[in-house]
């Protein structure tokens, strides 16, 4: 785990994708803590390594046959252990991390949920969130089109969508993906998002 604190009284989870605990993350992290959260990365890959961006096969065998998508159950236990120390508890997930904090969105200690490219959210639709959630997702999926799930998504209630220009790790600036543009307007409206759940 790697946490990063500012003495704060409220607290984000940050689930990695596949790769780990690398320096987006560490950026997130730094990000929150100006957002007024202490922010505690998990290390859901187990490793002292990192996967780096060219080893996304092999980072996602180990996701699939040693994490899982049931490993939200494991976050749900520290988020829980974590809510006497917090007036608020947010998650903040991305790909995979995602659709892991998306299945956070209806336990009582999650108070908010921001998601970038959790393409594997609709396998998990039945899903209805009890917090507020923002959900950001890539224009160009190689895996599905967004299209066919936004539909889905905007008959529940406490979501807020939007689609951004530019491929799955858009708003990863370490990635290949990276997308100045809507890595920059993803930041902003997680600004707001948080602005509008605090007040």
């Known amino acids: 785990m790697f946490i990063k604190k500012v003495k704060a009284n409220r607290a984000v989870i940050i689930i990695p994708e596949i790769y780990g ?10 990000f929150f803590n100006n957002q007024g959260y202490d922010a505690y990365c998990l290390n859901l890959i187990r490793r002292d390594r990192i996967f780096a961006y060219s080893e996304e096969a092999a ?3 180990n996701f699939r046959t040693k994490i899982g998508f049931d490993r939200y159950h ?3 236990v520290f988020m829980e252990k974590l809510q006497g120390k917090y007036q608020s508890i947010i998650v903040f997930g991305s790909s995979v991390g995602a659709t892991i904090a998306w299945r956070l969105t209806d336990n009582p200690a999650c108070k908010g949920m921001i998601g970038y ?7 998990y639709l039945e899903v209805n969130p009890g917090c507020p959630c923002l959900l950001l997702f890539a224009a160009e ?3 599905f089109d967004i299209n066919t799930m936004l539909p889905q998504l905007e008959l529940k209630e406490n979501i807020k969508v939007a689609v951004m220009p530019g491929q799955h790790g858009f ?5 290949g993906h990276f997308h100045v543009e809507s890595g920059k307007k ?3 409206m997680v600004e707001w ?6 007040h």
């Open 74 to 76: 494991e976050v749900a």
């Open 171 to 175: 708003a990863d600036p370490y990635a």
């Open 186 to 188: 993803a930041l902003d």
């Open 193 to 198: 998002f948080l602005e509008d759940i605090n």
């Open 117 to 123: 490219y959790g393409s594997r959210i609709r396998d």
């Open 141 to 143: 999926e190689k895996s």
């Open 59 to 61: 980072a996602y065998v």
């Open 21 to 30: 605990i690398n320096d987006y993350v560490k950026n997130m992290a730094a």
